[in-house]
């Protein structure tokens, strides 16, 4: 009977035992099978806030150089690319109607000279008793009609002559030219001329941005024509008002311009300091960009042993790492590396964990 019972005993501790063994060998299979992946401590730190802009550059002023009547076009002396100075001739246009309004001129000296005679002659008859005040007060108002014709014949005459050769008011570069020599003008100036020394360039500032940019302060531009060649402008203009379908406000950057390299059209890219704020920084790859959206994610290692998927916004790349502007905590443990085979709740093993390695060495 004893012998009966020892065996039935014997038995029970043998299937415990063998039931723990299966329980351990299971979650060491389980620990086994979970991803290893490599993590880094990151922290956060003082970060230059850089805004980065876009813009075509501007001409400081344009000019329209137009007739002010209908008129034929004799010559045009300049073309499109031309540099030009104030003052130079730029067009020359037909002036058959010249003569006309010289021979008005003429008529109102004439008109104004007889007038002149018989306001003097009735003015020494009503001095010696031979005429009356009203006629001198007559012969005053034609006197004061006539110097008006003769004062807008001139003025007519003047503006035809000054329309006959159009000149350029800046110095400049010729933009546009809408007409040849025989051209009838019309609605579209003939030329166009741009100051360009210095340009401009009209950026679009967030609110956000807005308190932080200033005029007077220092921008850095870069063009794609000329590489990495730096230019260094200067905020001049800050608008007051937002533009309501972008919700932004426009800002001014001034390049002096005094060799004449930057022309108007050429793409531009702008670079304020905004100062500094405390962001986190991760390595670029720490972080995972979800396919086909722009959304971004950083899977955080937590202190259960899973990882987190995250959400990040991203800021500005900082050489091999990313600032992250929002998704990461100071003081967060992030994956590195081994991040597809994971998903969010996942149970990992950290590759530099001396504990398992210890586990498995006993083992």
């Given at each position: 009977?004893?012998?009966?019972?020892?065996?039935?005993?014997?038995?029970?501790?043998?299937?415990?035992?063998?039931?723990?063994?299966?329980?351990k060998q299971d979650k060491n299979v389980k620990e086994e099978s979970a991803p290893v992946v490599k993590t880094m401590l990151?922290?956060?730190?003082e970060v230059n806030q850089i805004g980065n802009?876009?813009?075509?550059?501007?001409?400081?002023?344009?000019?329209?150089?137009?007739?002010?009547a209908p008129n034929r076009i004799k010559q045009i002396l300049v073309d499109e690319g031309m540099r030009v100075s104030a003052g130079q001739r730029l067009v020359i246009m037909d002036d058959i109607n010249t003569t006309s309004y010289e021979l008005q001129v003429d008529n109102a000296k004439a008109n104004l000279k007889n007038v002149e005679v018989n306001y003097n002659r009735a003015l020494e008859l009503y001095k010696i008793g031979g005429g009356t005040k009203q006629q001198v007060d007559q012969m005053e108002i034609q006197l004061v009609n006539a110097k008006n014709a003769l004062a807008s014949a001139e003025r007519t005459l003047r503006n035809m002559r000054e329309n006959t050769v159009l000149t350029s008011p800046i110095s400049g570069v010729v933009t546009a030219r809408n007409y040849d020599p025989g051209d009838m003008t019309a609605n579209l100036p003939i030329l166009t001329v741009a100051r360009t020394q210095p340009v401009k360039i009209v950026i679009n500032v967030s609110e956000s941005e807005l308190a932080k940019v200033k005029r007077g302060m220092p921008a850095i531009v870069t063009f794609d024509t000329y590489g990495d060649e730096i230019f260094n402008g200067t905020v001049t203009l800050v608008s007051p008002t937002v533009d309501h379908s972008s919700r932004t406000f426009g800002a001014e950057v001034t390049l002096a311009n005094s060799d004449g390299r930057i022309l108007p059209g050429m793409f531009g890219r702008v670079e304020l300091s905004l100062g500094t704020a405390r962001r986190v920084v991760v390595p670029d790859k720490a972080v995972v960009k979800q396919p086909g959206s722009g959304n971004h994610y950083v899977y955080v290692y937590n202190q259960d042993g899973t990882v987190s998927y995250n959400k990040v916004e991203l800021g500005q790349r900082l050489g091999d790492s990313y600032e992250l502007?929002?998704?990461?905590?100071?003081?967060?443990?992030?994956?590195?590396?081994?991040?597809?085979?994971?998903?969010n709740g996942m149970k990992v093993r950290i590759a530099n964990d001396t504990k398992n390695d210890s586990n498995k060495s006993e083992k």
């Open positions: 009977m004893n012998k009966i019972f020892i065996s039935a005993a014997s038995l029970a501790l043998l299937t415990l035992g063998a039931c723990s063994g299966s329980e990151v922290n956060d730190r802009y876009t813009a075509t550059v501007e001409p400081e002023l344009i000019n329209n150089i137009s007739s002010s502007i929002s998704g990461v905590e100071p003081g967060s443990t992030v994956v590195v590396s081994g991040q597809t085979r994971l998903a």
